[in-house]
């Protein structure tokens, strides 16, 4: 964990951010690696090193198909023993850090590029049951904390968001205990281009939910040449102007602050460069287009 090993990530976190959240410390697969059997270790060093700088801990994430144990990927449950073993994560890992996480994704990409469910081990099991299911798990184990369905590629208006804001919709219609909406904003330069995002967000603060950008990075292909981290800059820009212009948009996380540490390289070889500072923990043209967007949140 950088948090051990590298001093200058420490301090610059401490300097730059009011809130942590563990890249992969808190998935189900880190956690509980054998049934039953718990390694906590790196998750508590996180929040127990937010508590001593006086930071906040979003938690991340609950119910993902993705990162799970193998136990569980390849074991065989019926519905009731999946359900019973889904709502003792939840209860467990809320528990353990209830009162210490201001917010928790709880329920992490559900649907595909076009709107449809995706075909995960939850909703051959459920449905999409598993979804309120889980909210209100996570409301009994901590009613403090602010929960949240979180997704990417929802960040403009397009199929997939369609089916989040009607999955959100339905939810409150039903009275679960969704506080907020996650927008990951893993933007790629090759492919993506600016839109109207606080249009999208709004849509949804319009349901009467929070909505957060969780998980903001801009890949490009490299080498990464000055046009392309000015353009990455307005990615940037366009992201905190967005949550800037809307009330109910209760924070901005990145996903990785310095090019040193980053998944991008490891799950798309060909493209790197993605977050505000570089390797040495320069800023790039990014981290000042995106602190002037910031400054304007300012009473
Ligand atoms: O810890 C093992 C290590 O023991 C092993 O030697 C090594 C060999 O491959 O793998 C290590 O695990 C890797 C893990 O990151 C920790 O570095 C996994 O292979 C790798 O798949 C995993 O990638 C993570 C990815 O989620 C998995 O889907 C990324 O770090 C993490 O940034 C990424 O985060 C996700 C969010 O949770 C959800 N939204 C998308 C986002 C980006 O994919």
Redesign the pocket.
Known sequence: MQLDRDATYSSVLVREFDSVTP??AM?WG?VEPEKGTFNWAEADAIVAFAQAHGMKVRG??LV?H??LPDWLNSGTFTPAQLSAILKSHITTEVGRYAGKIYAWDVV??VFNEDGTWRDTIWYRAFGDKFVADAFRWAHEADPQAKLYI?D?NTDLANPKSDALLALVKSLKAQGVPIDGVGF?A?FDLAVDSLGDMAANLKRFTDLGVDVAIT?LDARIPMPADKTALAKQADFYKEAASACVSLPRCVGITV??FTDKYS?VP??FPSEGAATLLDADFQPKPAYRAFAEALAAAKP
Do not use: F, I, L, V
Request: hydrophobic fraction near 15%; glycine fraction near 4%; avoid cysteine.
């Open positions: 890249e992969n998935k880190p991340h994430t993902w993705n990162q992490n990409e979180n990417y990951q893993h998980e996903w990785g998944w490891y799950s």
